[in-house]
């Protein structure tokens, strides 16, 4: 074959391949890659925005795609593409093809809502993950609700408002729905320069306080902190007739005044506070799993119930209250519309209560009830606390006493080696917890089916993780690793009561919407079984 046509063959080899190679492209549609419109985004709690993506070839034969994020709790994406902020933080979103896996990916941040400054008169919503910075004294109307939505920090200016430096009150007139989660819970405190071991006690605003017109309060997953101001003449609380005239009260942290009202508390904490932690007047009440700690400058109790309330308290646990874990008493009845407290309080742990009382002034050191109120109390777990449940009269005086058919039972006391070095509890022979609930101490309570160690060390509870033997008897100071479960072989797993009936295990208390009911009786005692 000559040349030419040498040529002319490879030529026409050419031609043919290169069809050939344009026919098999042509009928090739598979994907061979994705891309979005963004690759960066920020975004607000609650805020949206729809990712656009372009996928080469344009007529690729298989246009599915799936949407992922890194991280579900910060930003959640539908299949649509729609991207939705839930909290502060970071995510990737990626999409990616059915066909071949081609991805590309859009990195997310969400930040908080925008700060806002409020007083005077509030309702409405407090969108989730913002901050409140609470300017002057606030109020909710009543008929009006406000409701606080999860990871709101709400932060009260801590300076004098008046020329008689009246420290800043929340009083709730209509209803008040705090609703925070485990993750991020709503908290109501002060600035973050202020949150300091010396303000422990410093009592920096008021509190959150009842009215008589207040219908409804829920806190879920809020952290109440650094309450306790002493009021004056012109305090919120004390124009409304709610303290005394005059001012020079010490406020507590949460207050109700309304008999007929609805309160639930669950889940939540409260510390660093001046006066008691929760002191009702009024309404049904649930307070459950909740933690108190650092509660009461000079005095003080993690809850405090009075006349016109009817009370379920359980699996809460309360760390160095001042005085008691629970004051009950029928103070303020009127055999009208304030009618007899109330109070079953029953699986709750109690550690170093009464110890920082005024030593001249004792009034229990654990739980304390007078006055004529109807209590059940049983399968609470009180350690190392000044003494153990005390009621004058007890049995005998329904007057001074709480009422003859109170019942008191299955309680566990046990005490560490630690000793107190205050003089008076020397002089009064108090120096350890055995001393305060061993025989013959006035005014305690002792019961059938009652645990208590025969001397110190005896009864250990055996707690997942405290210093049960060395953790210093006046100590306020929590700590966060602590875990007051039990370990197995606990001899406080076994001897707690389920023969009774919280008033709301059953019906329950609605409250927007919502039915919340006391938890049932457990038969370990205190607060906390086994992990």
Not at 369 to 384: K, M, R
Not at 420 to 425: A, D, F, L, N, Y
Request: charged content about 15%.
């Amino acid at each position: 074959m000559n040349n030419l046509s040498t040529r002319f063959m490879l030529v026409l080899a050419t031609i043919l391949l290169v069809t050939a190679a344009c026919k098999k492209d042509s009928g090739d549609n598979s994907v061979r890659g994705i891309a979005l419109t963004k690759t960066t985004l920020t975004l607000k709690p609650s805020a949206t925005e729809t990712l656009v993506y372009t996928i080469f070839p344009e007529n690729a034969g298989n246009q599915n795609v799936s949407w992922a994020s890194s991280d579900n709790s910060i930003v959640r994406v539908e299949g649509n593409g729609v991207v939705t902020g839930l909290k502060p933080g970071s995510a990737i979103i990626t999409v990616t093809t059915e066909d071949r896996n081609e991805k590309a990916t859009c990195a997310v941040t969400v930040i908080q809502n925008d700060a806002k400054n409020v007083s005077g008169s509030v309702e409405g919503t407090w969108a989730k993950y913002s901050v409140i910075n609470v300017t002057g004294q606030i109020n909710i109307p009543a008929g009006k609700t406000l409701t606080i939505e999860e990871g709101v920090e709400v932060i009260v200016n801590t300076a004098g408002q008046d020329a008689n430096q009246t420290k800043i009150e929340m009083i709730v007139n209509g209803n008040l729905y705090v609703q925070g989660t485990p993750s991020a819970p709503v908290l109501i405190s002060v600035s973050a320069a202020e949150r300091t071991p010396a303000n422990t006690f410093a009592r920096l605003w008021g509190g959150i306080i009842g009215s008589a017109s207040c219908g409804e309060i829920v806190l879920d997953n809020a952290i109440i902190e650094y309450t306790g101001a002493v009021t004056t003449a012109t305090s919120p609380s004390v124009v409304a007739g709610l303290f005394k005239a005059g001012g020079g009260e010490g406020m507590v942290a949460f207050n109700t005044n309304n008999p007929q009202g609805k309160y639930v508390i669950l889940n939540s904490i409260f510390r660093n506070t001046g006066e008691d932690a929760i002191y009702v007047q009024g309404g049904n009440c649930i307070f459950t799993n909740n933690t108190f700690y650092a509660i009461g400058e000079a005095g003080g109790e993690a809850i405090n119930v009075k006349a016109g309330c009817k009370v379920d308290a359980a699996h809460n646990l309360m760390y160095s209250p001042n005085t008691n874990g629970f004051k009950l008493s029928n103070s303020g009845a009127d055999g009208g519309a304030r009618y007899q407290a109330q109070i079953t309080a029953y699986n709750n742990t109690i550690i170093n209560a009464g110890w920082r009382r005024d030593p001249n002034k004792p009034k229990g050191g654990s739980i304390w009830g007078e006055a004529g109120c109807l209590i059940n109390v049983y399968n609470n777990l009180i350690v190392n606390s000044m003494f153990r449940a005390k009621a004058p009269g007890w049995g005998v005086n329904g007057t001074t006493g709480p009422d003859l058919n109170s019942k008191m039972d299955n309680n566990f006391y046990a005490s560490g080696p630690q000793q107190s070095s205050v003089p008076q509890h020397i002089t009064n022979g108090t120096i350890t917890a055995y001393d305060g609930f061993k025989a013959n101490v006035k005014d305690a309570v002792y019961a059938a089916n009652d645990i208590a160690g025969t001397t110190v060390n005896d009864k250990n509870p055996n707690f997942e993780n405290y210093p049960f033997a060395t953790d210093p008897l006046l100590s306020f100071t929590y700590n966060a690793a602590w875990d007051f479960h039990l370990k197995a072989g606990s001899p406080a797993l076994t001897g707690g009561s389920t023969n009774f009936t919280p008033y709301f295990s059953t019906t329950g208390i609605s409250i927007n919407g919502k039915t919340y009911k006391s938890p049932a009786p457990s038969a370990f005692i205190g607060a906390f079984g086994t992990k």
